[in-house]
């Protein structure tokens, strides 16, 4: 019998597949994306990663959702990093937090009330991804835009000596998460409309590329 980390991967397949070839990051695979779209990207990443990393170090402690609290995995401060690099003219004034980002960002912040229960599906969602696409990412990015090391932190993971070992025993971390909090319905909810929300920031920022 699966775990927590199957079921959400079960039930969130189709989503996957349409979050992997959507938007911006079509754009990114196919090497059309330009600096500007790359940089507007982090923009809109950068607080939902905020609020999932606040949300996790909030409750470090609590049962279940503690074991996901993963410093090494932290996104945030890489994000903050690279647009310091992209746009040191400063980002925070050049740069609009898109509607779709803030949406994002309140979801996530919402998830880490209470139990913060559901904050394991925005983990599973965006960390478990990260690991798997970030070495591609990278590399096209580092191909098609020409950035240096400096620029592409988001997709590095210095801390962590083996992806792939990583990984595995982090949906190890999620199964036993979901077996301490027994009912997991609602994170595999929260996984579905965590990509959801994936695809439309994603999408938000493709057209942004395509108007300006």
């Not at 606040?54 to 890489?78: C, I």
């Not at 590095?156 to 301490?180: E, N, S």
């Amino acid at each position: 019998m699966g775990g927590l980390a199957d079921a959400m991967r079960e039930r969130t397949r189709a989503l996957h597949r349409q979050a992997e070839r959507s938007g911006i990051i079509t754009l990114i695979l196919r090497g059309h994306v330009d600096r500007a779209g790359y940089r507007l990207l982090l923009r809109s990443l950068l607080p939902v990663y905020q609020a999932l990393e606040a949300g996790l170090e909030h409750h470090r402690a609590t049962p279940g959702v503690g074991l996901l609290a993963e410093p090494a995995l932290s996104r945030a401060q890489s994000i903050a990093s690279d647009l310091d690099h992209l746009c040191p003219e400063g980002w925070c004034e050049g740069l609009p937090l898109l509607a779709s980002a803030e949406r994002y960002r309140a979801v996530v912040a919402d998830a880490a009330r209470g139990d913060g229960a559901r904050l394991i599906a925005h983990a599973y969602v965006r960390y478990l991804g990260d690991l798997s696409g970030g070495r591609v990412m990278r590399g096209l990015l580092a191909h098609s835009l020409r950035l240096p090391d400096e620029a592409l932190g988001f997709f590095a993971f210095p801390d962590i000596a083996d992806l792939d070992r990583f990984k595995l025993d982090y949906r190890h971390a999620i199964d036993r998460a979901g077996r301490i909090i027994g009912d997991t319905r609602a994170v595999v909810d929260e996984a579905t409309r965590a990509f959801r929300l994936n695809i439309d920031l994603s999408e938000a920022v493709a057209v942004c590329c395509a108007e300006a």
